[in-house]
């Protein structure tokens, strides 16, 4: 594994690297709002996308590396990931067609980002569709940025996560797995969603090699 310091727009982020044997393309992974890279539906994803010879990144973003617990507001959120993988394309994974996701809040980056970072798929775990309301508040709903994606997503969702479950769509796919919003009922299952899924896009991983 490789372990990078990255300069963002807002601070130094961290990517630990690990690159696939003979590499068809590169995921990029993002950590959830109040947890690290070492979340176990992350490290899952990340050898079942070994498996099928494809790099990854676990990013982590500045707020983290600088030790704070609250997350940045989004537009910085997104301007940090984008910088990051810029960065990754230029180097560790030049000439690689590019899949993105994360966990959860990572999820959402990796959606709203998607075009700017020319991703091809997005692979998202745990996505908060919907948080619980608060008191006084009207009900949120996130759908708006999953349908944005104009590329194929795979959702990874727990049947019991308190975030909802989002529908599957055109070029949606969504999987349910034992578990709430940690995803850490049953590990296998979420390895395996990943590898199913990412020979289906391989017709895109191809056409998308420079």
Not at 15 to 32: F, I, Q, S, T, Y
Not at 66 to 87: E, K, M, N
Not at 147 to 176: H, N, T
Request: hydrophobic share 45%; with cysteine.
């Amino acid at each position: 594994m490789t372990v990078l310091d990255i300069e963002t727009p807002h601070g130094l982020a961290r990517a630990h690297v690990r690159a696939a044997e003979a590499p068809r393309a590169g995921l990029v992974l993002g950590h959830g709002a109040a947890g690290g890279v070492e979340a176990p539906d992350l490290i899952a994803a990340t050898e079942a996308a070994l498996s099928e010879h494809v790099s990854v990144a676990l990013i982590e973003q500045p707020y983290r590396v600088a030790g704070r617990r609250s997350p940045a507001r989004p537009p910085q959120l997104d301007a940090a990931w984008i910088a990051v993988v810029d960065r990754l394309r230029a180097d560790e994974l030049a000439g690689l067609p590019l899949v993105a996701g994360g966990r959860s809040m990572g999820a959402r980056v990796a959606c709203r980002t998607a075009q700017a970072t020319g991703a091809i798929a997005v692979l998202c775990l745990a996505f908060p569709l919907q948080p619980p309301s608060r008191a006084g508040k009207p009900p949120q709903n996130r759908l708006d940025e999953l349908d944005a994606v104009a590329v194929p997503v795979l959702v990874v969702q727990g049947e019991r996560d308190r975030f909802g479950m989002p529908p599957a769509g055109p070029s949606r796919e969504v999987v349910r797995v034992a578990g709430d919003h940690g995803l850490k009922a049953d590990l296998e299952a979420v390895a395996a969603a990943v590898r199913a899924w990412l020979p289906g896009v391989a017709g895109q991983l191809s056409s998308a090699r420079p």
